[in-house]
């Protein structure tokens, strides 16, 4: 394997409109990130993924952007941007942004100019199509609820669309459309962007035939995705998209990729794979309902424990993928992943442990490192999210009521992620001074960054020490690219695993049951690394974990 130079590199996810307000309208912004860069800096992050911050109609939250070439002025302005890459670059710091390439807004100029024309030139920068007899072509059903299709007014024609019916997918079929996409993508990498997280990038490849498929649903409609599972050939645009812009570059690439076959990994990620990396998404689909969030399956600690050890098994043989235990679309990791008596400080120290010394490349998100959770929410008029919204409306059509279709939405909604960061014990957790763009999880008093600076035994400082651990420059060979070895597997609660490279060999172990664990060590400790209950000594041949205890230990090879 080529060594790259972003391989020993921890990343962290901002979602701009929740981290900081500087202007007190209530959304955060640039400067609030740039005022940050040494509270990132030390926590050990190199590399930066801005959630989009281009110009939007924030229908979907920036997903949807009318210019690809512009700052939002929610956020500030491009002169305020070049600040930021120029104060990251002086911290040796990478900035990445968000790649929305497969729809736009239909306040794109693009989509205007469609709309004003839709037997022009621009409309087949889109996917214009007759109807039915008066009905849309097909049946898919897009992401956030209700058809694909949208009638074009004034004609006979429909517009298609994955996701919201403001969000139009463009057409990569059109190489004068890809040509203008590789300009702005090369545009932003010539200011010195160190490359993208690439949004729902398998969705950019069609079935020109749109075939209708067998309902999945009541409303007779069928998921859109079942499509792009389907369709061939997504290879050759990716090798297009790759050829002419990130690989002039050297480019760093993390892709959102779901509906991959399986046994493509090796062309997506790897030497010579489209993309530097993908996410690691296996331990989340595990509670993908299948009708939605009313049918979600809580995580089942066995499954889990085997869905990540396979798919760590299976990567090693090709490449890198991304960790993560949540992002911007998912709930929070400690609200999901850990049993009830583990959302706690030790509890999330552990998960955060086992999640960032994998092999891979770990991704934090905003807010992790200080152990945030999910929200309380009390209705479903405190939510913003498009997606909580259709998900409500899914769950009381199939007859739950109204609080249980609310108590869907608090266990599974985005905006779980998406509540403000907690910077502070004062009002609106230091995040703003203003009214927040949405609520403030209540709990800022006990989690917030400032109290947990002051506290050496706090998630923040724990996260930093296991940051430090993984890039020491002992340690990281092995952090980085030392085989993954699950060990204990069988063993009730007991998620662990060993990280060997040549004569190092380094013990990861955790306990999530809630009852003490006692294992039979299979090599002497040299060291202890870290330690989420302070332990100081071990002993020689067994060792008694308690509940949510986690350790990090050198072995004597
Ligand atoms: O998500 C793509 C995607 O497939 C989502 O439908 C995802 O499965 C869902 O959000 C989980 O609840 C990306 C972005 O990450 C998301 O924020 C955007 O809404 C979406 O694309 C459209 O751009
Ligand atoms: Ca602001």
Redesign the pocket.
């Known amino acids: 394997m080529k060594k790259k130079w972003w391989h020993d590199k921890v990343a962290y996810q901002i979602y701009p409109k929740s981290f900081l307000d500087t202007n007190g309208d209530g959304i955060g912004d640039l400067r609030g990130i740039i005022s940050k860069l040494d509270y990132l800096k030390e926590l050990g992050i190199d590399i930066i993924w801005l959630?989009p911050i281009y110009q939007s109609p924030f229908v979907?939250?920036g997903?949807?952007i009318s210019d690809y070439y512009s700052i939002a002025a929610e956020f500030g302005t491009m002169d305020e941007f070049d600040e930021l890459l120029a104060e990251a670059k002086k911290r040796d710091m990478y900035i990445i942004m968000?790649l929305?390439i497969?729809?736009c807004s239909d306040k794109h100029e693009w989509f205007q100019k469609a709309l004003a024309n839709p037997d022009g030139e621009y409309a087949d920068y889109f996917y214009f199509r007759d109807g039915k007899n008066g009905n849309p072509p097909n049946n898919y059903r897009s992401?956030?609820g209700g058809s694909c299709w949208e009638p074009v007014p004034g004609t006979d024609k429909y517009y298609f669309h994955m996701?919201?019916k403001e969000?139009p997918d463009l057409n990569w079929e059109n190489p004068l459309l890809r040509q203008k996409l590789f300009d702005m993508v090369n545009w932003w990498l010539e200011k010195g962007l160190a490359g993208f997280r690439i949004?729902?990038i398998m969705?950019i490849k069609k079935d020109l035939d749109f075939p209708t498929l067998e309902p999945d649903g009541s409303d007779g409609l069928s998921s859109c995705?079942r499509m792009i599972e389907s369709v061939d050939g997504i290879g050759e645009l990716l090798e297009d998209l790759k050829k002419n812009t990130f690989e002039r570059y050297d480019a760093f690439t993390v892709a959102?990729v779901?509906n991959m076959n399986k046994d493509e990994l090796n062309q997506f990620i790897g030497d010579n794979g489209h993309f530097s990396t993908i996410f690691d998404f296996s331990a989340h689909t595990l509670s993908d309902g299948i009708h939605g969030w009313y049918d979600a399956p809580d995580i089942d600690f066995k499954k889990w424990r085997e869905t990540i050890i396979k798919s760590q098994i299976e990567i090693e043989q090709i490449g890198f993928e991304a960790n993560i235990i949540e992002?911007?679309?998912?709930p929070r990791g400690v609200s999901r992943f850990l049993p009830e008596y583990g959302r706690n400080s030790d509890g999330t120290k552990m998960l955060g442990t086992i999640s960032i010394l994998l092999r891979g490349i770990p991704f934090i998100y905003q807010g992790q490192e200080i152990g945030m959770q999910n929200a309380i929410w009390n209705s479903i008029e405190e939510f913003n999210d498009?997606?909580t919204i259709d998900q409500y409306q899914i769950a009381t059509e199939a007859g739950l009521t109204d609080s249980q279709a609310l108590s869907a939405c608090c266990k599974?909604s985005?905006d779980n992620a998406r509540t403000p960061m907690q910077w502070n014990n004062s009002i609106n957790a230091g995040f703003t001074i203003g009214t927040p763009w949405l609520k403030i999880n209540p709990n800022y008093k006990s989690i917030n960054v400032e109290t947990q600076e002051h506290n050496p035994d706090s998630v923040l400082n724990y996260y930093r020490k296991l940051i430090s651990i993984r890039k020491s420059p002992y340690y990281k060979e092995t952090f980085t690219y030392g085989e993954f070895i699950p060990v204990y597997e069988n063993t009730e609660n007991i998620m662990a695993y060993y990280r060997v490279l040549d004569n190092q060999r380094i013990l990861i172990v955790s306990n999530f049951g809630k009852e003490t664990v006692s294992i039979d060590l299979n090599y002497p400790i040299k060291k202890i690394l870290l330690s989420n209950m302070n332990r100081a000594t071990i002993s020689m041949n067994s060792l008694n974990l308690n509940s949510c205890e986690v350790l990090v230990l050198e072995c004597d090879n």
Request: charged residues 30%; without cysteine; aromatic residues 22%.
């Open positions: 959630s979907d939250q997903y949807d968000d929305v497969n729809h992401y956030f996701f919201a969000q949004d729902a969705n995705w959102e779901f992002n911007h679309d998912e498009i997606n599974m985005r």
